[in-house]
């Protein structure tokens, strides 16, 4: 009897790029074997008609089915389940600002679902953010980094975060970019009203990605670049995208990935609504009005996050921006795995996780692997 399990399909996406016919051999929970063309014996499962690829990696996530990271434990559960049933192998959670002493409990709750790989990580979007552009975040708890606030947020985690976004114009902000980067953190910048001269000191001390491009920064212009500019020309920078038809229109989604020295990134920005449909949150404590599929912050016109998942950003990429299948799906798999350290997720390799997606010919999600393990038809 055969140990491990082999799934084959028409196309399948490899390090090299797409291609297929190709194959996949799991044992236990990982990957053993990858292969193109037939399988050194005859498949387990034929995906007839899909393409193979990697499981999504989102690197910027605040919630889902109706749960935000922020509520504790078991909410935390509900958010990552909602993602990885859509096809999203890694989660990393997004907390938005908070008190410092909110931030650290947050932190210490999720701890030990980083820990267990349930959560690929944590990011901690704020409370280091510019006031001018600090979108649905709470201003009263905005505050100017130091280096012992950074710490504490830290070791609060024990390990867990792994990506922090700051406005590098703030005071201390390149002080706190240089700590953080030293101690293996990701460093991205955003919600920022920085110059091009302020983002490119900010990439110097160690930023190596941009929070939603475009999204709550200054915007470019032809003789002041800002901070958009300077991430798009940096190589050491990946550039994060919001692909759902609110936060950017389609020709912006398809000139960033082509623009992009460094690469782009789809994440879902995703709050409590992914998966659940219109109704009223909360975010950071803030209520949220879905109306539409578009969550705004009550009474304003104010964008607050996204209800997609991650498979959505894809197909919008594909399918509405005209980006080619091969780059969407790197910028939802390998390069922001590779952006944050993930390397057991977002290739189709021997050793790395068995978390595989089988997409349709309109980019849509057929059947969802999580450790080998089918968890949708």
Known sequence: MATTVIHAADRILLPTGLTGPGWVEIGRDCITAVGVGAPPRPADLHHAGGLLCPGFVDIHCHGGGGATFADGLEAAKVARHTHRSAGTAATVASLVTASLGELERQCADLAPLVAAGDLAGIHLEGPWLSPKRRGVHDPVSLRNPTVADARALVAAGGGAVRMVTMAP?????LEVISYLASEGIVVAIGHSDADEATAARAIEAGATVATHLFNAMRPISHRDPGIVGACLDAGDVAVELIADGVHLAASMVGLAVRASRGGALLVTDAIAAAGQGDGDYTLGGLPIE???????LAGTDTVAGST?????????AVRVAGVPLEE?????????????GLFRYGLLVAGTRADLVVLDDDVRVRSVLHLGAATLP
């Open 169 to 173: 114009e703030v005071p201390g902000a």
């Open 290 to 296: 879905v109306r539409n599929g578009v969550a705004r």
């Open 328 to 340: 969407a799906l790197w910028a939802a798999t390998a390069r922001p795995a590779r952006a944050l």
């Open 308 to 316: 997609i998942v991650l498979a959505d950003a894809v197909r919008y």
